[in-house]
Nanobody, 115 residues
Framework: QVQLVESGGGLVQPGGSLRLSCAAS????????MGWYRQAPGKQRELVAS???????NYADSVKGRFTISRDNAKTTVYLQMNSLKPEDTAVYYC?????????WGKGTLVTVSS
């Protein structure tokens, strides 16, 4: 059974930092492209950052220079380091794993950026 479990969300002030983690099980993690998506209230889910099995990274323009995605294949975990957080980063953040036709999602973790 595939499981993607996100953690690390919470309430943070503008300008602050959070690190999200996504622990994967039930997949051969090192072969999968991993991604972080987010969905704000009333908006569509959008890609935040992704990392291929070979380590290539891609970022949404809105988070470039502030967020960093990384992966630890030994721990089957993908991370999202979020710095200089803004109120507009408030959303539920979802972990995603993709390989060919396989597409798995976590249940999400809420990030709220507010003073």
């Amino acid at each position: 059974q595939v499981q993607l479990v996100e953690s690390g969300g919470g309430l943070v002030q503008p300008g602050g930092s959070l690190r999200l983690s996504c622990a994967a099980s039930g997949i051969i993690f090192r072969f999968y492209a991993m991604g972080w998506y987010r969905q704000a209230p009333g908006k569509q889910r959008e890609l935040v950052a992704s990392i291929t099995s070979g380590g290539e990274r891609n970022y949404a323009d809105s988070v470039k220079g502030r967020f960093t995605i990384s992966r630890d294949n030994a721990k089957t975990t993908v991370y999202l380091q979020m710095n200089s957080l803004k109120p507009e980063d408030t959303a539920v953040y979802y972990c995603n794993a993709q390989l060919g036709g396989a597409d798995y999602w976590g249940k999400g973790t809420l990030v709220t950026v507010s003073s």
